[in-house]
């Protein structure tokens, strides 16, 4: 009598979702900032702007002067922002920034927006990570709960309004609302100092 041949188990490929979409070094910077957020920063008592930014600039962040980022503000990847003069990201507002994000002066982030850096190739069966550089113009405000969607950039003294979801770049000076947000009115240009008006 033959002894059974046994039947070879085959091993499955490995899954290309599971792989890391960042390199360990990231990883690791963001591990570090995450309990520094958590210990630190979240911690901070409102009024110190000036500490939340010196521990943004410890990690990275490049911030002009006066900017006003609240203790619940998220920011993903502080090497990756970079922020003129007077800007302001209210609590509850997140920055999710693979890619660097530029807020030029005075630009203003509500609370609980989102400005999302990163979507994934769902046609691709790994479905890769990519990331896009993003842009807020000086006097922009993205209002309460308004989205800005990946690769999309805010022009000069655009507004998107509340809950609204910016699919395309801003046009300066329009009101924008909806989902997807729509030019709805045009922003007075004298509603920001002349040399931001061009």
């Known amino acids: ?46 009024p110190c702007h000036a500490w939340r930014a010196g521990l943004l600039r410890l990690f990275g962040a490049r911030l002009g002067d006066k900017c006003h980022i609240y203790p619940k503000a998220r920011i993903w990847a502080p090497w990756n922002l970079v ?38 190739l769902y046609n691709d069966p790994a479905f890769p990570l990519v990331s896009f550089p993003m842009r807020l113009g ?15 950039n805010v022009a000069t003294g655009a507004i998107l309004a509340i809950a609204s979801v910016a699919t395309k770049d801003l046009e300066p000076f329009g009101i924008y609302a909806g989902m997807p947000a ?16 061009s």
């Not at 979702?17 to 390199?23: E, I, N, Q």
């Not at 005075?106 to 990163?118: D, K």
């Not at 000086?138 to 989205?147: D, E, Q, T």
């Not at 922003?187 to 920001?192: C, F, G, K, N, S």
Request: a positive charge.
């Open 83 to 120: 922020c003129e003069d007077r800007v302001s990201i209210a609590d509850d507002a997140e920055v999710y920034n693979p890619s660097p994000c530029v807020m030029e002066s005075h630009a203003i982030v509500s609370q609980n927006a989102y400005l999302c850096g990163a979507t994934h």
């Open 1 to 46: 009598m033959t002894a059974p041949t046994a039947t070879p188990i085959s091993v499955p490929p490995e899954d290309p979702t599971l792989r890391p979409s960042f390199s360990l070094r990231n990883r690791a910077m963001r591990a570090l900032w995450s309990a520094a957020y958590a210990l630190l920063f979240r911690l901070s008592p409102r």
């Open 138 to 152: 000086a006097y922009s405000w993205i209002c309460a709960r308004a989205i800005v969607s990946p690769g999309v």
């Open 182 to 197: 729509r030019k709805v009115k045009e922003r007075e240009r004298t509603a920001v100092p002349e040399p931001y008006r």
